[in-house]
């Protein structure tokens, strides 16, 4: 089975451009979360979904981020205009709904540099 | 703020067991505790997770103790392949994982 797929693996751009990472998670999976990890603050939740709706934001760091969920099997994390300290490894993960016992799966992230 | 406190790196020789341990004294009534770990350049991978009983799986086990305000995760044989940052998770009923700063763990041949 496929796992969480993230695009594009790594980029690269200049400060002030926008920057869309994707994600696309497991079938059948109703929880999708977008997470950012760096050296200096380790893994943080930045917003999570459930059933495509948008459930807790309180993560992300300002209103240059946003993330979208416009079908169950596609979200976008959207960075707009990007910055020098946006740079870091970003991380999607999906799980089932219902509990707190349900673990997450997660992608192999996007490697994020912002010069 | 993360509720978890583990040690920061660990050490093992291949093909013995290693004790993985976790403090989470704050843990509530309904929080389940999960073990992840992350190899380098990968995503974190799923290991285990439990309540209150004990737990095996293919991968490991987790022996909760008995307040529940720590537990330990086992993996029987060290392998190369087992060094990892392992972190351990409290799940709350909100649906919201707290990752700490993990244990690194290194497995000498």
């Known amino acids: 089975d496929a796992g969480v797929i993230q695009s594009p693996r790594h980029e690269v751009t200049e400060m002030g451009q926008e920057v869309t990472l994707r994600c696309k998670p497991i079938s059948g999976h109703n929880s999708l979360f977008w997470y950012r990890q760096t050296m200096m603050r380790g893994l943080e939740l930045l917003i999570y979904f459930n059933n495509n709706v948008p459930i807790d934001d309180s993560g992300m760091p300002e209103d240059r981020f946003s993330a979208k969920m416009p079908n169950a099997s596609f979200s976008t994390l959207k960075i707009q205009p990007s910055e020098p300290r946006d740079s870091a490894v970003y991380f999607c993960?999906?799980?089932?709904?219902?509990?707190?016992?349900?673990?997450?799966?997660f992608g192999d992230g996007t490697r994020l540099s912002i010069l | 703020d993360a509720k978890t406190t583990q040690p920061n790196s660990m050490e093992s020789n291949e093909e013995e067991p290693v004790h993985l341990p976790c403090n989470h004294s704050t843990i509530s009534g309904t929080d389940y505790i999960h073990w992840y770990r992350q190899l380098p350049s990968q995503g974190p991978e799923y290991v285990i997770h439990?309540?209150?009983s004990n737990v095996n799986n293919r991968m490991a086990s987790l022996a909760i103790a008995e307040d529940r305000k720590s537990s330990t995760l086992i993996l029987h044989r060290a392998t190369l392949r087992d060094a990892a940052v392992y972190y351990c998770?409290?799940?709350?009923?909100?649906?919201?994982?707290?990752f700490g700063t993990g244990t690194s763990l290194t497995v000498i041949p």
């Open positions: 998770i409290l799940r709350d009923a909100g649906n919201q994982f707290y």
């Open positions: 439990g309540l209150t």
């Open positions: 993960a999906s799980s089932l709904a219902g509990g707190s016992y349900q673990p997450q799966h």
